[in-house]
Structure formats: C-alpha cells, structure tokens
C-alpha cells in the first residue's frame, strides 16, 4: 500500500474573487489528487477585515480545510502577494508535517501530483516561469543591476541560469511562486520572508518589478539553495491558457497535474461567481461547482478569456502601449518581450 505522504497544503483566501476559486481548488484537490487528496489543507486569510463569507467557511468545515484568520500580514498589507512569504513562514513554525506546499487558488487539480514528494537530496522545488518578464539574461540587461543587488542581500553566490518555458529565453534564477514544495525543517521559508522584508526597505526593484517582488526574492532563496533545488516540471504548474503551444512540445492540458490559469478565466468566474451568490443553500453551491468543473474539464478552450471590455481587448492585442512607447522613445526594458507575443 502506497504511504500517505507527510505533507500539508498551504493555501491564500480572502473575502472576495479568491472564494470562488477556492472553491474549485479544493474540491478538484479532494476528489482528483489521489493519495494526496485527504492530507491537510490550511486556509490562510492573513489580513484584518477579509476572512471568506460564511457559506465559504461552512464548506472548509464539509471538506477538512483548517482556517486560520490570524493577522499576519500587518505590515505589507497593500501588497497581496506578501501573503505567500509571511503564511509560509508561519506554517514552517507551527505546523509538524515533514512538507509544505503553498498553492495559489486560481489552480484546479487533475491527477496525482508525485513531484511533490521530494526526496531526501532536495528541499525546495519550483516551476521556471514562462516568460522573461523583469528577470535577467545576464550583463548588459537593464535589469541585471537589480538581480545582482538580490542576489547580495539573500548572501548567494550562485546565480543559476533557466529557459523560460514559452520564450525559450536564457535568464538568471527565474521561477513561479504559486506552486512551492519544501521541506519545513529546512527554514526556507523563513529565509523568503526575511529576505523580502530586507529587500523592500532598500526598496532597489525598478518600477515595474513592484509586483513581482515577492517571486524574485523568492527566486534568489532557491538559486542559494540550487545543490538541493529540483525543478518541478509544467505539469505541476501548467498555463493552460498557452495550451494549443504547449500541447505541441508535448504536454496536453490532459497530462497536467494541475492547471494555474492566473486571469485567464476572469470572464468565465464572473457569472460563475453570480451562479454562487444566487444559490440559497451550501450543498447548491457545491453541486453547481461540480457540473462547472466537469464543464471546465472538458470546454476549457472556449471558456479560456479576460474579464475586458472590447477596447482593452483591442489594445491588448494590438500591443498599443508597447507600440506607442516605442514610437515615442520612452520604451520600457520588457516591451520588445511584448511585442514578440
């Protein structure tokens, strides 16, 4: 009989869109992950004032997932994405399971995620990103200066190199944080949060790498840690909206472990999240989220789409931003990226 494994789900959910993804994540997560699907779940809800509606904390207590409303978060409050450093810091001192593994919610779970049962050699495992974005091919990028200065405060010496998965650009150290395997004794976790508090009180990011701090300071712990780092493969963190590309080099959207579709179902939530609010009872919310995720499963191509209007659409796809700076002589470091996809 195979052994449940020693491992514990992180998860981030807040008053708001995230509960209806949650949704979907937990269920696919109980029914689809096979011998990982009855281990722990802890729901984090991190910061004052937006911990999930009851009907959301109802469906925690049908389904094992352990609330936690603590206010971590005090300090980076404005900055959503500090939830994922300051609540894995957390569950790596309180929690006693032998792995973590933090998962963002805009994530549905499909088959059995064996990667996550990392071997005695290693102890961080993380998906390299699709896209160049503000990390770094080496000396002469503009923003090579940044990374350096990152890789300085995490007190690394190695300064690893990746492909990205959809570009196929050559780059420093650059993986996703929305799906993180480690190992808890290790203290990684802990060294992430440090190094992001460190980081943002010099405050050296450029403009528009704001956003992403909390992935870059998260990148430079594991290309520290790149001896006992395995690099987890885009099964465990597929973009299945880039599924026709990916479908062609060999992983189909029904290989994948898991699907992280980021925004690119926000047109699809919204009436499934006005298809929640309008069902009275928990156990109709739920058989909805049932029939929607069957749906999911099988029409993912045609429900794949941003929540924009026809002109933000219009912009998008013309690439008028990129285009425009250009014309003008003020082009950002990361607009030839945008323009080529």
Known sequence: MEQRPDCSFVICVEKGSLEYKALLLILTLRKNWGIWSSLP???YSPRAGKEPSPWLQAFYEQYDVRPIYERLNIEYADYPLANKPVVMAHAERTLTSKLLVFLDTDIVCWREPKYFALSDQYDLSLCVDTTKTVSSSGPGDPYDQMWKRLYELAGTTNEPYVVTHLTSQRV???WMSSVIPSRRECGLMQRW??????ALREDFFAPEANYLREQMTLCAVAAGEYERFLELPLSHNYPVQ??????????????AILWHYQPFLNRF?????????????????????????AALRDNYSSMIGLDETFLQKW???LRVGPRLRR???VAKPNDKQAMEW
């Open 41 to 43: 779940i802890y729901a």
């Open 172 to 174: 420093r150290s650059w």
């Open 193 to 198: 949060l440090d190094l992001f508090k460190k």
């Open 242 to 255: 880039n599924y026709d590309y990916y479908s062609g080099k060999g992983t189909s959207p029904e290989l």
């Open 269 to 293: 939530f919204k009436s499934f999240a006005a298809q929640i609010d309008g069902s009275p009872t928990l156990a109709e919310k739920i058989s909805i989220a049932e029939s929607t995720i």
């Open 315 to 317: 912009r998008r796809e």
């Open 327 to 329: 014309a003008l002589g």
